[in-house]
């Protein structure tokens, strides 16, 4: 979900930038159902058996090493990363909630990771297309001297042929026999630049977006981006002055088959959200 594709006029608001479609084979039937990859599939799964049986021969044997470490004084060797970079911290990620969203973050970079990957979740989520739900969603997480910008720019870039596009109805209601999907799910975060009371972040995501339902002309589609977020302290949390997004990193799409519409519909309403932490 990005605010600031649309500012831009790129369509990239509650996930919907630029994503792949798969399409359902020539037989018909359940848009969702026949989408899949072709070809080499079985050969596919052997490379991958095969991997991880190599993989755990490996760890077995590093792990039998008894400790020795002398290849870390070699100065040829490189630098290792810090398991740091990417252990959770145990620290408390924060200590309430405004509705569903998490608040109530530490000050600090940890706090401000935390944030920014709790607030991409928000932001992208299916509750931004409801006005009433958004303004909710904006006064919690942006920080109150852009709040009314960002307001009036969302009510201009949700319009009723913003929603007609992704499959809504005019108003933002979802059509009757469908489900509509828009989740955005955090995969790491990072500080790029920070201060006593500010912080710039990135958060790598992965996003759904499209409509469940038989015959559906919008079916539910994966995108993978990045946000970028300039967090500020404000009134005891960390809230939002500026967000972009760019495309990607994208993983290699794998062949798994798509799921039926009522499959994906029914994980939509059964699966909850999470709060995220660094």
């Not at 252990?87 to 530490?106: C, L, R």
Request: with cysteine; aromatic share 6%; hydrophobic share 35%.
């Amino acid at each position: 979900m990005s605010l600031d594709d649309e500012r831009e006029g790129s369509g990239g608001y509650g996930g919907t930038g630029q994503t792949r479609t798969r399409l359902p084979d020539a037989g018909g039937g359940d848009v969702y159902g026949g989408a899949r990859r072709g070809g080499r599939s079985s050969s596919r799964g052997l490379v991958t058996v095969v991997g991880v049986v190599v993989l755990l021969i490996a760890a077995i044997a590093f792990a039998n090493r008894g400790g020795d470490d002398s290849s870390s004084s070699d100065g040829n060797g490189g630098s290792k990363p810090e398991s740091s970079s990417t252990a959770a911290s145990g620290t408390k990620p924060v200590t309430g909630k405004s509705d569903a969203i998490a608040t109530g973050y530490a000050h600090d970079q940890q706090g401000a990771q935390s944030a920014a990957a709790n607030y991409a979740v928000a932001l992208g989520s299916a509750d931004m297309f409801d006005k009433t739900k958004r303004d909710a969603i904006l006064a919690t997480v942006i920080a109150p001297a852009e709040l009314a910008d960002f307001q009036k720019e969302l009510d201009t870039a949700y319009s009723p042929a913003f929603n007609k596009s992704v499959g809504l109805n005019e108003n933002g209601s979802t059509p009757q026999g469908f489900t509509f999907v828009s989740r955005t799910s955090p995969i790491g975060t990072k500080v790029t630049a920070s201060s006593a009371d500010s912080a710039t972040v990135e958060v790598w995501c992965s996003g759904l977006l499209g409509l469940a339902g038989v015959n559906s002309t919008n079916p539910v589609t994966n995108s993978w981006f990045t946000n970028t977020v300039q967090l500020q302290w404000a009134g005891g949390d960390w809230k939002i002055v500026t967000q972009s997004q760019k495309t990607g990193p994208a993983p290699v799409p794998g062949d798994d088959k798509a799921s039926s519409a009522d499959e994906m519909a029914k994980a939509v309403q059964e699966y909850g959200g999470f709060t995220y932490a660094r």
